[in-house]
């Protein structure tokens, strides 16, 4: 099976403008989270989707958004860019949302200058 | 908040040693653990995980222990080998009343395995 596939690996944006980042999922799996990774931070949850239904949220402002597809692709959006959103952001699916393992891309760098 | 944490933000050992990285955690509603280790320019790798039913979880050279009276876990890697030179990650699920289940990372401790 192909694992989960990130587009775009590399994004670079200037402050105040807005991006959109895709994330398919392992087939079969109906579950896609994100996260955000800094230095200082480590990994921090965003949100979750399931069957096209955002189902958790993290501590994020509404600048983060998201949403799922019938595929369950999935696609995650920020808005007004700051220099402080520049992270890896990951995307991790599972096969249903109670399965504890999650299985990670590697994720879209995005760097905001 | 950090409800789980890994204080040794580093630990270098020696190949054929014993590596132990440890992760402490404050919150009770966690029901499951998790360890990922994540190489450079890729995504966090499942590693082993262990239920707060059990104490101990055992994968070939990978041993994961649980002591919830201390709300501590630590994973153990016997031998070290090179290739396990990576940063690690403890994570937490935590049952948020419904079917959905979100996990807490910590901030990640990087493995060096000296040759």
């Known amino acids: 099976k192909a694992g989960v596939t990130q587009t775009p690996r590399y994004l670079i944006k200037t402050r105040g403008q807005q991006v959109t980042l895709s994330c398919s999922p392992i087939?079969?799996?109906?579950?896609v989270s994100w996260y955000q990774q800094t230095p200082g931070q480590g990994l921090q949850f965003l949100f979750e989707?399931?069957?096209?239904?955002?189902?958790n949220k993290g501590n994020f402002p509404g600048r983060f958004s998201g949403r799922q597809f019938s595929n369950s692709r999935s696609e995650m959006n920020v808005s007004t860019l700051e220099l402080g959103d520049s992270a890896l952001y990951l995307c991790?699916?599972?096969?249903?949302?109670?399965?504890?393992?999650?299985?990670f891309g590697p994720g879209t760098r995005l760097t905001v200058t | 908040d950090q409800q789980v944490k890994q204080n040794s933000p580093s630990l270098s050992v020696q190949e054929g040693r014993i590596s132990i990285l440890n992760c402490d955690y404050t919150?009770?509603?966690?029901?499951?653990f998790l360890w990922y280790k994540k190489y450079p320019a890729e995504g966090p790798t499942f590693l082993i995980s262990?239920?707060?039913?059990?104490d101990k979880n055992e994968d070939g050279r990978f041993t994961v222990f649980l002591n919830k009276s201390a709300k501590h876990l630590s994973l153990h890697i016997v031998p070290s080998q090179p290739g396990d030179s990576a940063v690690y990650f403890c994570?937490?699920?935590?049952?948020?009343?419904?079917?959905?289940?979100?996990?807490?990372f910590g901030k990640g401790t990087l493995l060096t395995v000296n040759p």
């Open positions: 262990i239920s707060s039913i059990k």
């Open positions: 991790a699916s599972t096969p249903l949302p109670q399965v504890y393992e999650q299985y």
């Open positions: 994570a937490a699920s935590h049952f948020s009343g419904g079917s959905n289940y979100k996990l807490t």
């Open positions: 919150n009770s509603m966690f029901d499951y």
């Open positions: 989707y399931f069957s096209e239904t955002q189902r």
């Open positions: 087939s079969g799996h109906r579950s």
